[in-house]
């Protein structure tokens, strides 16, 4: 099969100016023009994209992936290795780059798809195509000063994506607009993906990123972990960032008055032995350890569970389950103890809370201080956050003709 | 050659990004276009005022037409000037002005300074339009030079686009250049004859006791040549120097030339430091 892109042992560097001085005084008396680090933000990356393949890049800030999307977008040219592609790239990396500001909609339609390698001829075929996708056609003729900045990224989104290329580059720019701006968009990559186009895609969004991409490059501080099919390389990703988190120790924010401190958070399962893994289905146990210095008059306990992306699966609380003691002090632990954790396979942060009844004060808040995995269990269900354990019945009502 | 490949099939693009030069130059002034009517207009009669009043200088009488009148004489070597002065502030602006599109899209980035330099044409011959028509009232026929005319505009251009290229991506590594550049034009500016004629300037100068051939080196201003050019052909209706069009063509090759050199050696780290 054709390769849409060679990427052959690309380096980048970037220079971190100590003092950032362009003045040619400062460069002459130093005999060079300002002091800098090299700083390798791509250390000899290798792969193939094939024709018409989705490809994502992931891994945690810093880790290059940005760096190398605009390199293959050729606005960064790498110190050393060759990117080799083919055919003509559109590339998202941010909306409405070029337009301006005085000029109208319609002008910026034509000056923006010019920037992108459309000709005139291409865009008169297109203009209204693009105007309909963007849904600005009333305001198409003013300028965009005055349009929304939701307006602004629907127009730029809407010229971008209908450039027409072999090969769509794409930074973190899927969540755009509103919720059938967003959809329209989905249809139309599904659309670009099966007509065979050759997208590249980077986001920090795992869930979006396992089904919409076929393969994933995993990139860690400007190396090439690992490539391959979209699960595993996340399921990696997640036993990495697992791992990371058993070495660390503690991570996350903490903040509050500190009155009373929850020291140690626990999970438990069902023999009450401390685990970081769980499955669906299980009884599990959180232990909070607390210390409080002096007596706290009802306070009141609250976690908190996020999926990795941060969403917020739920947050229950002792004042709202009724179980507010009338004073608190000294130490001890507070267990909220789940019988069915009703969680899908994925990773889950922790988060836990002690405030004054009100919930105005905060004596101690630990945002995202625990981080456990939650396995395949029963009920078998995988795909989301929650699993409902609902029953499957099926009840034919007639029979056929054998 | 690869990167001349690539300016194959991007007319589109530098006619769009022309048309956003002009368009958007004089959006929210209430007299728009009239503006650049207005400044040239402004300056001939400030200059007239001080040179021409005040300080008697003498326009000659132009050869063969019979011209003579300071105005006119002024405005055939400010239209030239105007140009070059522009092109020069243009090409500072054009890559540091444009650093949101540099690092976000990709595309040939000498094209910014090409489409700079093309509004500039443009308005130039607005300009030259008007200047046109007050020579014909004024006597002066001038119709049959407009082709040699437009061939001045283009060596000229070519000039200034290379001149550009060379500041364009200089300004980005050194912001000094801009301000170099402003006093290097004041210089330029009056050791080119736009306010005087160029008899005023002695053949040899004495400096420290040393004789020198200063008309000669004064000359050698590229700048000099191109203002005689047009003063020739708008102002004198006659054929300039053979030597002083090859000697204008060679700079202008030679700019474009270095420019394009320069600008490719440069360009690599655009997106990191603009």
């Known amino acids: 099969m054709e390769h849409a892109i060679v990427v052959d042992d690309v380096w980048k560097k970037f220079r971190l100016y100590d003092e950032r001085n362009q003045s040619l005084k400062a460069a002459l008396m130093r005999g060079r023009r300002a002091r800098y680090r090299e700083f390798d933000a791509l250390k000899g990356i290798s792969f193939e994209i094939p024709e018409g393949e989705t490809f994502g890049l992931i891994g945690e800030n810093g880790s290059g992936k940005s760096t190398l999307l605009k390199c293959i977008a050729r606005i960064l040219r790498p110190e050393r290795g060759t990117i080799t592609t083919q055919g003509k790239i559109s590339a998202l990396l941010e909306l409405g780059a070029g337009f301006h500001p005085e000029l109208s909609g319609r002008e910026n339609v034509y000056l923006n798809g010019a920037i992108l390698g459309m000709s005139k001829k291409q865009l008169d075929a297109r203009f209204d195509e693009i105007v309909d996708f963007a849904g600005l056609a009333e305001f198409i003729d003013s300028p965009v000063k005055n349009y929304s900045s939701g307006m602004y990224v629907r127009l730029g989104f809407s010229v971008a994506i209908n450039v027409d290329p072999d090969l769509l580059l794409v930074d973190e720019v899927l969540a755009v607009g509103d919720e059938s701006f967003q959809r329209k968009c989905s249809e139309k990559f599904a659309e670009l993906k099966s007509s065979g186009k050759t997208i ?203 | 050659m690869s990167r001349l490949q690539e300016f194959a099939g991007t007319q589109d693009l530098a006619i769009n990004l022309t048309l956003r030069e002009l368009r958007g130059r004089y959006k929210k002034s209430v007299l728009g276009w009239t503006w650049s009517l207005l400044n040239p207009l402004a300056t001939v009669a400030i200059y007239s005022l001080v040179f021409s009043f005040f300080l008697k200088i003498e326009p000659p009488v132009g050869h063969p037409s019979g011209l003579h009148s300071f105005a006119l004489f002024l405005l055939c070597a400010l239209v030239p000037w105007n140009l ?126 040393v004789e020198i051939p200063l008309l000669r080196l004064y000359s050698l201003n590229p700048l000099v040549r191109f203002v005689s050019a047009f003063r020739d052909v708008l102002y004198n209706l006659r054929f300039p120097p053979l030597w002083d069009t090859v000697y204008i063509t060679l700079w202008a090759i030679g700019a474009l030339v270095v420019g394009l050199w320069v600008f490719s050696k440069l360009d690599r780290r655009l997106a990191e430091e603009v």
């Open chain 1, 200 to 402: 590249v895609v980077v986001s920090h969004a795992l869930g979006t990123m396992r089904t919409l991409c076929d393969r994933l490059a995993l990139l860690e501080h400007g190396n090439l972990v690992d490539v391959g099919v979209s699960g595993e390389i996340i399921d990696e990703y997640m036993h990495d960032v697992h791992e990371d988190r058993i070495s660390d120790g503690e991570f996350g924010v903490r903040w509050g008055s500190g009155e009373g401190r929850v020291e140690h958070i626990e999970l438990l399962d069902v023999k009450q032995r401390p685990v970081s893994t769980v499955c669906t289905g299980d009884t599990v146990t959180f232990r909070f350890h607390y210390s409080v210095d002096e007596p706290l008059e009802k306070p009141v306990f609250g976690l908190a569970i996020y999926t990795l992306e941060g969403v917020h699966v739920t947050g229950p609380n002792t004042r709202d389950a009724g179980v507010v003691p009338d004073q608190l002090a000294g130490t001890g632990y507070v267990d909220f103890v789940v019988e069915r954790l009703l969680l899908t396979r994925g990773v889950y942060d922790l988060s836990v809370s002690l405030a004054d009844h009100a919930l105005l004060h905060v004596y101690d808040f630990r945002h995202r201080a625990f981080r456990f995995d939650v396995e395949l269990g029963d009920p078998p269900e995988q795909f989301g956050i929650v699993a409902l354990g609902g029953r499957w019945d099926c009840m034919p009502l007639e029979v056929g003709p054998a």
């Open chain 2, 84 to 209: 070059f002065q522009n092109g020069l502030n243009m090409g500072l602006g054009s890559i540091v002005g444009n650093g949101n599109l540099i690092k976000k899209v990709y595309f040939p980035r000498e094209l910014l300074v090409a489409s700079g330099t093309a509004s500039l044409v443009v308005t130039m011959l607005i300009e030259l339009g008007v200047l046109c028509a007050i020579l014909l009232v004024a006597g002066n026929m001038v119709l049959p030079w407009i082709p040699l005319l437009f061939v001045l505009i283009a060596i000229e251009a070519v000039f200034v686009f290379g001149c550009a290229l060379v500041l364009s991506v200089c300004n980005v590594y050194f912001r000094d250049v801009q301000y170099l550049v402003a006093i290097a034009l004041q210089v330029i500016f009056y050791t080119v004859p736009i306010v005087y004629p160029i008899r005023y300037v002695p053949v040899h100068a004495t400096v420290f006791g």
